[in-house]
């Protein structure tokens, strides 16, 4: 199953609402996660199940979505959400990820 | 508190086998329920799925590396081992073994080790 993430990259502005969306080339009922990546450091998870939000993550962060469209959403972008955004598909092997979307403050 | 550390060999060869450990504590992979994933990352690139291993040994393997990755467990050390077989240079990456969480009918990558950059060149 392939996921196609857009937008590749974006840049905004602290405070803007920021949406990333994940589209799977299959239905994969709501088997999708969010992880959120900083330059040298492993993934986070975020979201898992499409929309269940990851103990410990602020609540700014928000995902949706079922079968093909996904998306993760920030209400009021912070500083430290710099980085790079990736989506998780597991609903069926072999699992697979989206191809990264690139966060910058502005 | 789960941890979860890659060790293994920082440069190799073209043509040679690459072994990589993950040595984790928290939780143990002879529990019902529980699994151990690697996952790689080329400089600049996209995260890729390489292999899983659940607590009753059951595998999964990438179809387009399945002939060259093996992964087994010693529940008695805490570890995961994960060999690639005829490495090459494209396989340079950041290695990662993660912990699956797994919730609802599916799994999910929850805990992470810190990652180990292998080189492959001549």
């Known amino acids: 199953i392939q996921l196609t993430q857009s937008p590749s990259s974006l840049s905004a502005f602290v405070g803007d609402r920021v949406t990333i969306t994940c589209r799977a080339s299959?239905?994969?009922?709501?088997?999708l996660a969010w992880y959120q990546q900083k330059p040298g450091k492993a993934p986070k998870l975020l979201i898992y199940?499409?929309?269940t939000l990851q103990s410990g993550v602020p609540s700014r962060f928000s995902g949706s979505g079922s079968g093909t469209d996904f998306t993760l959403t920030i209400s009021s972008l912070q500083p430290e959400d710099f980085g790079t955004y990736h989506c998780?598909?597991?609903?069926?092997?072999?699992?697979?990820f989206g191809q990264g979307t690139r966060l910058e403050i502005k | 508190q789960i941890t979860l550390k890659e060790s293994g060999p920082t440069l190799v060869k073209p043509t040679q086998t690459l072994t990589l450990t993950c040595t984790f504590s928290g939780f143990s992979l002879s529990t019902s329920g529980v699994s151990v994933g690697w996952i790689r990352q080329p400089p600049r690139k996209a995260l890729e799925w390489l292999a899983l291993i659940y607590w009753n040994d059951d595998k999964h393997y990438s179809p387009s590396l399945k002939s060259r990755l093996t992964i087994t467990k010693d529940t008695s050390k805490n570890q995961v081992v994960l060999t690639m077989t005829n490495m090459d240079p494209v396989d340079t990456a950041t290695y990662y073994c993660?912990?699956?969480?797994?919730?609802?009918?599916?799994?999910?990558?929850?805990?992470w080790g810190q990652g180990t950059l292998v080189t492959v060149s001549s």
């Open positions: 998780q598909q597991v609903n069926s092997y072999p699992i697979t």
């Open positions: 299959q239905a994969i009922s709501s088997y």
């Open positions: 993660a912990h699956r969480h797994c919730t609802g009918g599916s799994c999910y990558d929850d805990y």
């Open positions: 199940a499409a929309s």
